[in-house]
């Protein structure tokens, strides 16, 4: 079985600064891949970054990267640079067979 | 352009009426699956599809019923649907690991 705990349900952070969003997963498996969605006001599911179990680099893509550490079996979502656009829900989920999800973290950047 | 497309997407309904929500994609991806989206929950796997003719249940399978005719297609329908089943809904397909792709989402109310 899979499970992905995201513990903050809700986070500031003040435009242009960084700010980590934790994301730990518990997995049996031996090879996985690690996601981040962002989902605005609007609804949509909007791909941010992936992980995989054999990456031995930190993903990253733009102003987001992803802190891999699998010995702690966590995956915290970096965001560098804050922008007012980075207002929306955020979620961490884990991928085997099938996508897990964690329920989430609402992030506000204010002004 | 990869597309997966959902109908309706906004749905009001009352108890009992059966209804169904098409999911529709244009990758030729074997997987595709249901997702529902709760407040507080994440999102919930709901039935998932390995290929034409091949379903098996996720996490919330309850009340719902899929079908997989032609790879393209992945209709979700209630039976029998009961206020309990107002949420956001989700088709999703998978091509390699790290290319999952979402619907725009339904969002169905049942009083």
Known sequence: ?111 | EAQVTQNPRYLITVTGKKLTVTCSQNMNHEYMSWYRQDPGLGLRQIYYSMNVEVTDKGDVPEGYKVSRKEKRNFPLILESPSPNQTSLYFCATRGSPYEQYFGPGTRLTVT
């Open chain 1, 1 to 111: 079985a899979q499970k992905i705990t995201q513990t903050q349900p809700g986070m500031f952070v003040q435009e242009k600064e960084a700010v980590t969003l934790d994301c730990t997963y518990d997995t049996s498996d031996q090879s996985y891949g690690l996601f981040w969605y962002k989902q605005p006001s609007s609804g949509e599911m909007i791909f941010l970054i992936y992980q995989g179990s054999y990456d031995e680099q930190n993903a990253t893509e733009g102003r987001y990267s992803l802190n891999f550490q699998k010995a702690r079996k966590s995956a915290n979502l970096v965001i560098s640079a804050s922008q007012l656009g980075d207002s929306a829900m955020y979620f961490c989920a884990s991928l085997s067979n099938n996508l897990f999800f964690g329920t989430g973290t609402r992030l506000t950047v204010i002004p």
